[in-house]
Nanobody, 125 residues
Framework: QVQLLESGGGAVQAGGSLRLSCQASGAPKYSIEIYTMAWFRQAPGKEREGVAAMTDFGTRMTYADSVKGRFTISRDNDKNTLFLQMDSLRPEDTGMYYC???????????????WGQGTQVTVSS
């Protein structure tokens, strides 16, 4: 059974950077179950929203307008690991960040099959 485990969250000041990682364990390399991997976030009292998504070789990639030019999604398929490089962080980027995976390409829609437990990101002004 594939499990997703996020890491790399923390507390930073506005303008700082963080790099999140998501390890997909229990899946062979290039498994269809993790064809698409994505990052979502949820701030207190708000709905979960999509941040960025990509297919295994990056043929399809989507970013939320709010993070374009500041965040970069990438993957290491040999290690079944997804990354999110977050630069120029803002207080409004604060929230729990979740990794998700699916056999299809839901993009930034919530219709993903697999979800991690999340890692907290806090940006202070």
């Amino acid at each position: 059974q594939v499990q997703l485990l996020e890491s790399g969250g923390g507390a930073v000041q506005a303008g700082g950077s963080l790099r999140l990682s998501c390890q997909a364990s229990g899946a062979p390399k290039y498994s269809i179950e993790i064809y698409t991997m994505a990052w979502f976030r949820q701030a207190p009292g708000k709905e979960r929203e999509g941040v960025a998504a990509m297919t295994d070789f990056g043929t399809r990639m989507t970013y939320a307008d709010s993070v374009k030019g500041r965040f970069t999604i990438s993957r290491d398929n040999d290690k079944n690991t997804l990354f999110l490089q977050m630069d120029s962080l803002r207080p409004e980027d604060t929230g729990m960040y979740y990794c998700a995976a699916d056999k299809m390409y839901p993009g930034l829609d919530l219709r993903y099959t697999l979800w991690g437990q999340g890692t907290q990101v806090t940006v202070s002004s």
